[in-house]
């Protein structure tokens, strides 16, 4: 049994990255494999990365956390808010806590060939595509195997209806396809095992 780690680059409680990350978790549940949504409380206990505090303390108890679920999942699908055309400030730290060394948990289990996907959604009119770019390349970086296929989701304002889901069949299928690229690429890593 696959298990999946889900999180979003957002703390806002109406976020619509996290709505859309709702929606792809339903799609991967749906399919009988294991997801985890990461907590905001455990993003709103991680600390800004600071060298500093983690010479004078180690890692903070919520970065041990989080790099703890990155190693123990088979795949990640992370929901990417786009600030300014580029990663959120809350995305980019939780990338930067994850990487630290640490003996048992080394960022090669956390990053290293694990199968990533990305989403985004944004009220503009490139759905979070500029930020989405930024992403896969910091992960890229960290030997992480970003999926080709990801969503950016435009007009994100209109794009849920009352039971939260997508309104449009063609972005649903889209992001059907995600998912079916994330499953694929996880398959395959665990075949080269």
């Not at 956390?110 to 944004?122: E, Q, T, W």
Request: glycine letters at 10%.
């Amino acid at each position: 049994m696959n298990q999946f780690l889900c999180l979003s680059g957002s703390l806002r409680a109406e976020s619509f990255n996290t709505r859309l990350l709702g929606v792809a978790r339903g799609l991967l549940d749906g399919t009988g494999r294991e997801t985890e949504m990461v907590s905001p409380d455990d993003l709103r206990a991680l600390p800004l990365m600071d060298q500093d505090l983690e010479a004078r303390e180690g890692l903070p108890d919520a970065a041990i956390r989080l790099k703890r679920a990155f190693a123990e999942a088979d795949g990640v699908l992370i929901a990417c808010p786009e600030y300014n055309g580029s990663i959120t400030p809350l995305l980019k730290n939780i990338i930067d806590w994850v990487s630290r060394p640490n003996e048992e948990l080394p960022a090669a289990r956390c990053f290293g060939g694990k199968p990533m996907a990305l989403i985004a959604a944004s009220p503009g009119g490139l759905g979070g595509m500029r930020g989405l770019r930024h992403v896969r390349e910091i992960l890229g970086n960290l030997g992480a195997l970003v999926v080709p296929a990801q969503l950016a989701l435009p007009g994100a304002g209109d794009a849920f209806d009352d039971s939260g889901l997508l309104r449009d069949a063609k972005r649903q299928q889209a992001l059907a396809a995600v998912i079916d690229d994330l499953l694929f690429w996880v398959r395959a890593a665990k075949g080269a095992n």
